[in-house]
Nanobody, 127 residues
Framework: QVQLVESGGGLVQTGDSLRLSCAAS????????MGWFRQAPGKEREFVAS????????YESPSLLGRFTVSGDNAKNTVYLQMSSLKPDDTGLYFC????????????????????WGRGIQVTVSS
């Protein structure tokens, strides 16, 4: 049974940096991709970034203007989301997700293509 566990969230101030981690376990396939999504109160879930299983292909949402960087450690089955220059608009629940759909590609921003999801972790950026 695939399990995804996010960590590293919390309360930070505007301009701070934060790194989220997502550890995957119970994997029964060798190729996959993982993504990060976020959801602010009253808003729809939004794609943030994605990385394929060996970390070679990454994709961050252009709307982030280069402030976030996704990476992966295949040996640890863990992906990271390095967030910098955080703003109050970045506040939300951040979800880690995994897909076997098109695992070689990172540019898969549609949530429906991700079959497995973590519970989410809260990131709050104060002004």
């Amino acid at each position: 049974q695939v399990q995804l566990v996010e960590s590293g969230g919390g309360l930070v101030q505007t301009g701070d940096s934060l790194r989220l981690s997502c550890a995957a376990s119970g994997l029964t396939f060798s190729t996959y991709a993982m993504g990060w999504f976020r959801q602010a109160p009253g808003k729809e879930r939004e794609f943030v970034a994605s990385v394929n299983w060996d970390g070679r292909n990454t994709y961050e949402s252009p709307s982030l203007l280069g402030r976030f960087t996704v990476s992966g450690d295949n040996a640890k089955n863990t992906v990271y989301l390095q967030m910098s220059s955080l703003k109050p608009d970045d506040t939300g629940l951040y979800f880690c997700a995994l897909r076997t759909f098109r695992p070689h590609m990172a540019t898969v921003p549609v949530a429906a293509h991700y079959a497995y999801w973590g519970r989410g972790i809260q990131v709050t950026v104060s002004s």
